[in-house]
């Protein structure tokens, strides 16, 4: 199947789902991020006709995509939620109030 036929063929379903989730711009941010993820990967491997549709296949890589950007996401916000925490209890936030050019303090 080429890419243009799998798009053209696809791309509503994989739409729908997520527009049904999503607001309509982050739904279709997220259809095209999930098929330029499936496109870097040999998502074609795991294809076997005797254990489904592929339309079916699709559905279950996207919830995958999903839950592993979701997974991302969170670690992400964990790591910099940590490391602000670790800024302010070093003083970081005074350090930088004290840089701070509209700081009076500072100009004199």
Known sequence: MALS???????PAIYS????????????DLTQLFFAH?????????????RGRF???LLKCLK?????????????SR???AGLKTSLARGGFHALARRHPTDRRATR
Not at 39 to 49: I, M, P, Q, S
Not at 64 to 76: C, D, F, M, Q, T
């Open 5 to 11: 036929e799998l798009w053209e063929t696809y791309r």
């Open 17 to 28: 789902f997520l527009r049904s989730r999503q607001s309509p711009h982050e739904a279709d």
């Open 38 to 50: 499936l496109l870097n990967r040999d998502f074609l491997k795991n294809v076997d006709k005797s």
């Open 55 to 57: 339309r079916s296949f």
């Open 64 to 76: 995958n995509y999903l839950i592993n950007e979701h997974a991302k996401a969170s670690r992400n």
């Open 79 to 81: 790591c910099l939620r």
